[in-house]
T-cell receptor, first 111, second 116 residues
Framework: DAKTTQPNSMESNEEEPVHLPCNHSTISGTDYIHWYRQLPSQGPEYVIH???SNVNNRMASLAIAEDRKSSTLILHRATLRDAAVYYCILRDRDAGNMLTFGGGTRLMVKP | EPEVTQTPSHQVTQMGQEVILRCVPISNHLYFYWYRQILGQKVEFLVS????????KSEIFDDQFSVERPDGSNFTLKIRSTKLEDSAMYFC??????????????FGPGTRLTVT
């Protein structure tokens, strides 16, 4: 899987939107962008994925740059429960079974 | 909502002992995985399992490790002779698909293994 770069940590205020960036300048045309998060003392949890178009689900939105070299996970209204480590992972069509986790971004949410 | 469950939540064992970590994947899933996370470090892939066979494994998954699906619901990870460096959180995961870039994996809450 191609490499991703994320800030180590970010802070947000409760009930405000949060934009979590991910750079993936070496992304290939067939790489999908996946986001997982890991709440404290829990296993990773799938959040969202996309290829080219922006995606929305009940948890978040994924905005993908036109050149696909970066993406942003958007939490529309951060809650205390959203405090977690967020991982941006690229997966290509020949991807094996494994997910390759990097260091992720630790999101802290202030009340 | 269906979920992956793991038992025990915490296992303490002495170096050299065998441990078995247990997982119940989501019932209609066919692909199963083990990952581990040493305290303060990244989540690392260990092994994937499909159709009663290992489909992929990492360098971490050496001869000390084995996996098994002993019945229709459980998926186990065995460490034959534990070492201090095996102390970690072990996560089981499952998915309905196993190849390609679009499926998601569902993780359990983990088993904390402490080797003394």
């Amino acid at each position: 899987d191609a490499k991703t770069t994320q800030p180590n940590s970010m802070e947000s205020n409760e009930e405000e939107p949060v934009h979590l960036p991910c750079n993936h300048s070496t992304i290939s045309g067939t790489d999908y962008i996946h986001w997982y998060r890991q709440l404290p003392s829990q296993g990773p949890e799938y959040v969202i994925h996309g290829l080219t178009s922006n995606v929305n689900n009940r948890m978040a939105s994924l905005a993908i740059a036109e050149d696909r070299k970066s993406s942003t996970l958007i939490l529309h209204r951060a809650t205390l429960r959203d405090a977690a480590v967020y991982y941006c992972i690229l997966r290509d069509r020949d991807a094996g079974n494994m997910l390759t986790f990097g260091g992720g971004t630790r999101l802290m949410v202030k009340p | 909502e269906p979920e992956v469950t793991q038992t025990p939540s915490h296992q303490v064992t002495q170096m050299g002992q065998e441990v078995i970590l247990r997982c119940v994947p989501i019932s209609n899933h066919l692909y199963f995985y083990w990952y581990r996370q040493i305290l303060g470090q990244k989540v690392e892939f260990l092994v994937s399992f499909y159709n009663n066979e290992i489909s992929e494994k990492s360098e971490i998954f050496d001869d000390q490790f084995s996996v098994e699906r002993p019945d229709g619901s459980n998926f186990t990870l065995k460490i034959r002779s534990t070492k201090l460096e095996d102390s970690a959180m072990y996560f089981c995961a499952s998915s309905s698909q196993g190849r390609g870039p679009t499926y998601e994996q569902y993780f359990g809450p983990g088993t904390r293994l402490t080797v003394t």
